[in-house]
């Protein structure tokens, strides 16, 4: 049911700047194939247990369903569960990005598989048939390449039943249609699918040049994640998985098949079904177990367990549930048995059924110990469930330190132990290598002798953004701003440094502060004009799958890109030239800098925005998120921007201007004046010029924070960087103001 849900796949149970510069030219790239280890041979079934070259291969591993996004550089997603500023792979604060983050501590608690979709999930990197989005595919070659570095195997699910984005829903969309049985009978939806399957099997590897139909670090392909068919005749969910397998064999016949469902047993009464004896919902959804995996395309059987959602919280339950499987799997289906998702929550505070239900952490231990397969959702350190599980652990979360994983690593330890043994029988010269060359070596193109910098592709030839792919070596407040020749880190104003090293002048960030004037919870009447966000301020991230345009129509060029705090919108304005004023929302951590605000209409207090989120599900919901305020620096051209208001009082209101607003900004410029003999210009308070100078560039510091009479400065020290829990996506109330 839960299908975003990390949890593991069950044993298969029977201003300074430093560049980063090329230190060498690109050497040739060897031709010749690497001696065949396990990991380059293909995944098969033989007598009825998986098999690499002679090497047993019993399943122990995790699912995330975001991993297309994550490995493209997706700045924002929206339910992997990420720790704060780990978006995509772009290293922010020195957090490891989170692919490589999670495949190292998959491959340290001894996994060696890994399931997740093949196709994004968020509706701002959807595609369209026969229109795919390079980036995101690039993402996918990255993964690819990542997890064959790491030793861990991927089974790709083509689509699934639940996500708008990429899933059923979409293909129904695109067909026009609502009913849920022409997904599966259709010829027009078919050839869609078809066409995406085709796309996928022949694509080749930017980065490693290997074919994905050729690549050994792909397991497996899942064909259609949890299906629904409710009303359906008879079959037809198996007629399609039949179908379309025997199309994968035909465009990729070196990959294993499957189907992704759950394993509910067709109409009726069959108690292994969840809700048994009192309802047969789960036989009514369309799948059927037994015929679904009977076609001779589909090589091993599914099956997934989210005994909260059906409401099977007994943990005998459970060792039925896959008892009945594995039994039914070996005598009829002949086939390997793969629990591919399971979970248990631990809430405080859930409703199941209409009913009130608290499930502790110790609850989870009986439970996962009872079960067969001991596997659960893995959380690296630091990571915060998403707002629609409550946030922190949330319903599935296991952490490394818990109890409850440590049958999970022994599971991973046994399943080790048995795949050391080798298979009896088994010549290596007879099993499937797969044809594809040594990996390209590009290390004579790295930076600074780091891997995943400079160049890579088949010919060493493709250059890296090692701000996006997180391998940059930036301060962190710093800008990465990417060069054909590597990468250059730039200190954000206030900071000094070379870039890979940045530390706080202290006394001009305070004065920065000083210089910006904002009444309490006020907000600009006028909107303004927008200012471009500074490619080199604190804010601003590459946005490879040019995502920022899905939710601002107007400009993706305007607003922060990622989280900000009040100190950091006011770096960003003073580094634009243009920036009067910005507008900042200190929940949403979220800012846009503004010119031609009138400071003397601030009195139009912003509701309170409401966000909305997508769950695993396609669900969404809406929760909280503060208001927006304008802050207005003292050194704009007060006079330019209310001249140009076009705020209009409602009918029979008398304008409430508030003229005295004006005194503040031109004690400001008058003392600004008095002191420098220059006219008002935008101010650095680092380096303002020195009294009687005809120019304010020169660069002699003030001995005071530039603060006019009868205002004070902000304490130092009280601007702090906020770093909410979970970043949203969509702004349900703000309106981008």
């Known amino acids: 049911m839960r299908a975003a849900a990390l949890a593991a796949v069950c044993l298969a149970c029977c201003l300074a700047t430093a560049s980063g510069a090329r230190q060498l030219q690109a050497m040739p790239v060897p031709t010749t194939p690497a001696p065949v280890g396990p990991a380059e041979y293909f995944v098969r079934v033989e007598n009825g247990e998986f098999v690499a070259g002679c090497q047993r291969m019993l399943l122990t591993g995790w699912n995330s369903w975001e991993m297309v996004e994550a490995a493209a550089g997706a700045p924002s997603l929206s339910g992997a569960s990420l720790p704060v500023n780990m978006t995509g792979p772009q290293a922010s604060w020195g957090v490891q990005p989170l692919v490589r983050s999670l495949l190292a501590k998959g491959k340290e608690a001894g996994f060696n598989v890994m399931r997740t979709w093949a196709h994004s999930v968020n509706p701002q990197y959807a595609t369209a048939p026969g229109r795919y989005n390079e980036a995101a595919l690039r993402g996918l070659d990255y993964l690819l390449d990542e997890a064959r570095k790491a030793g861990i195997r991927l089974i790709l699910a083509f689509t699934s039943n639940w996500t708008p984005t990429g899933g059923v829903p979409e293909y129904l969309k695109w067909a026009g249609s609502d009913k849920q049985v022409d997904f599966f009978t259709s010829p027009a939806i078919k050839a869609m699918f078809q066409g995406w399957v085709q796309t996928l099997a022949t694509r080749v590897n930017t980065i490693n040049g290997r074919a994905y139909r050729d690549d050994p670090t792909i397991m497996a392909w899942n064909l259609l994640n949890e299906p629904r068919c409710n009303g359906c005749p008879a079959g037809t969910v198996a007629a399609w998985y039949d179908e379309m397998a025997r199309f994968t064999k035909t465009v990729d016949p070196n990959h294993l098949v499957s189907t992704g469902e759950e394993g509910f047993y067709a109409c009726c009464g069959n108690p292994a079904n969840p809700g048994q004896p009192w309802t047969e919902w789960a036989a009514e959804e369309g799948q059927d177990f037994i015929a679904d995996h009977s076609s001779p395309a589909i090589d091993f059987a599914t099956i997934h367990a989210w005994v909260d959602n059906w409401q099977q919280v007994d943990p005998t339950w459970l060792v039925r549930w896959i008892a009945n499987h594995a039994r039914d799997s070996a005598a009829v289906l002949k086939k390997p048995l793969v629990l591919e998702e399971h979970g248990k929550w631990v809430t405080d505070n859930a409703t199941i059924g209409g009913k009130f239900v608290s499930a502790s952490l110790e609850e989870r231990n009986q439970f996962m110990d009872r079960g067969d397969c001991n596997t659960g959702q893995l959380f690296l350190e630091g990571q915060r469930a998403p707002k629609s599980e409550g946030g922190g652990r949330g319903l599935f979360g296991i952490f490394p330190t818990d109890d409850a994983f440590q049958p999970i690593q022994a599971n991973a330890q046994t399943v080790a132990q048995l795949n050391a043994q080798p298979v009896a029988g ?268 005809t120019t304010p560039a020169a660069t002699a510091a003030p001995t005071a924070p530039i603060v006019p009479p009868g205002t004070t400065a902000p304490p130092a020290g009280t601007v702090q960087l906020l770093e909410p829990e979970e970043p949203p996506l969509v702004q349900a109330a703000s309106e981008q103001p």
Not at 459 to 484: L, M
Not at 564 to 591: G, I, P
Not at 602 to 615: K, S
């Open 426 to 693: 088994c010549v290596a010269a007879a099993a499937q290598a797969a044809p594809v060359a040594a990996a390209p070596d590009c290390a004579q193109t790295w930076v600074d002798g780091a891997p995943g910098t400079g160049l890579e592709g088949p010919a060493c030839d493709v250059p890296i953004n090692e701000c996006v792919r997180g391998t940059a070596t930036c301060d962190p407040h710093a800008t990465c701003i990417d060069t054909d020749a590597g990468y250059e880190c730039k200190c954000w104003w206030g900071y000094e440094g070379d870039g890979k090293a940045c530390a706080a002048n202290a006394a001009a960030l305070e004065q920065l502060q000083a210089l910006h004037w904002s009444e309490p919870q006020g907000l600009a009447c006028d909107a303004g004009y927008d200012v471009a966000w500074p490619a080199t301020a604190p804010g601003y991230l590459y946005d490879p799958l040019d995502s920022f345009a899905f939710f601002r129509a107007e400009g993706a060029q305007y607003g922060s890109r990622t989280n900000v705090s009040l100190l950091e919108c006011m770096v960003a304005c003073q580094e634009a030239e243009e920036c009067e004023s910005f507008v900042v929302n200190e929940v949403l951590a979220q800012c846009f800098l503004k010119t031609q605000q009138c400071p003397e209409y601030n009195f139009c207090f912003g509701q309170e925005v409401l966000c909305n989120r997508t769950n695993d599900r396609g669900g969404s919901f809406s929760f909280p998120c503060g208001f927006w305020r304008s802050y207005y620096r003292l050194d704009m051209d007060v006079a330019g921007a209310c001249a140009n208001v076009t705020y209009v009082e409602p009918a029979g209101q008398p304008s409430r201007a508030n003229p005295a607003v004006t005194a503040i900004f031109q004690q400001f410029e008058d003392h600004y004046v008095a002191q420098y003999g220059a006219e008002l210009a935008h101010a650095n308070p680092a380096a303002e010029p020195a009294p009687a100078a």
